[in-house]
């Protein structure tokens, strides 16, 4: 019943907000963007597979069979069971990856994860400031109006965050009844391992899937299809009239939520949660076209559900 209660006041919550930041928090005018749709897929690419696959495979070929610094058992857990939810096999196998960092803490592996996701966001920036001559502020960096998007952020944390909660609660209460298994669906926390958790899940995490989803692709996807936010102002009254902006885009955050959802898909039903997440990320940076109140709101909410599943 509390998560009930949670979720339909944060939707009445967040949708009474939108009506009146109209007034309070004018909307930022989005610019063109100088990249496209190739370097959307390079970076995909790079950042999600060539990167963390070519380090880890690196990095067990030197360090393993040529340094003999580490063990072959220190290294990662085969993935291949992130594939399988519900299945026997996969329940086995991410239990034996809870252990494998329960017992020896970060592994080699983990380590080439933080440096792939961090190398992801310094080097797709870098291409973006130097081949495409993008200034930061193009990017998505903006330091004129850092109050007014902080002071944005941590409403819409106050307004949404029950609501998120709420739904996790809700997920997890019908996987116990549907279950008699403690393992949950989706990749398991090494919920001992602070330091992980603070570098990988709540720091990087955050700036690299902010930068790739709200910055480059809803970025460029509003470029695409020509749907401004750039406030109009009626002569008569001068109020701001941009809730017809705010319809036009929503197919655009739509589209990038949807993909956002499918790519943690690892966390099998919870990734409802990480859509409804990512539709109001996206409003955030619909609003202020910068990507700090979005990676605020990305930190608070990853530290909230790393909280959340590890306590349940």
């Known amino acids: 019943m509390f998560a009930f209660q949670a979720i339909i006041g944060s939707l009445v919550g967040f949708l009474i907000f939108i009506i009146f930041c109209r007034k309070i928090f004018p909307a930022v005018p989005s610019e063109p963007v100088s990249w496209g749709i190739v370097f959307i897929v390079f970076w ?83 291409n973006l400031r130097y081949l495409h001559k993008c200034s930061w502020a193009e990017i998505g960096w903006k330091s004129e109006q850092s109050e007014h998007d902080i002071s944005l952020v941590l409403l819409v944390i106050l307004t949404t965050f029950p609501g998120l909660c709420g739904l996790q609660f809700l997920i997890l209460d019908l996987l116990e009844n549907l279950s008699n298994s403690n393992n949950l669906p989706g990749l398991p926390l090494p919920t001992d391992n602070f330091l992980f958790i603070l570098c990988y899940q709540i720091i990087l995490t955050p700036i690299w899937e902010e930068l790739f989803y709200r910055a480059y692709m809803q970025g460029w996807l ?91």
């Open 222 to 312: 509003m470029d695409v299809f020509g749907q401004s936010s750039h406030p109009t102002h009626s002569e008569a009254d001068g109020v701001d009239q941009t809730f017809g902006d705010h319809v036009k885009t929503f197919p655009v955050i739509f589209f990038t939520s949807i993909f956002f959802a499918l790519m943690h898909i690892a966390w099998g039903p919870f990734m409802i949660v990480y859509f409804f997440f990512s539709m109001i990320a996206g409003y955030l940076f619909h609003r202020t076209q910068n990507i700090l109140p979005c990676i605020i709101y990305h930190v608070c909410f990853n530290a909230a559900t790393i909280f959340i599943l590890t306590a349940a």
């Open 44 to 126: 995909f690419v790079v950042g999600y597979y060539a990167l963390p696959t070519g380090l880890i495979y690196a990095g067990e070929t030197i360090f393993i069979k040529y340094i003999s610094i580490f063990e072959p058992s220190d290294y990662v857990v085969d993935p291949s069971a992130l594939r399988h939810f519900y299945s026997d096999y996969y329940r086995e196998r991410a239990a034996e990856y809870r252990k494998d960092v329960f017992d020896r803490g970060i592994t080699l592996g983990l380590v080439l994860l933080i440096i792939s996701m961090a190398a992801a966001s310094l080097l797709s920036m870098l």
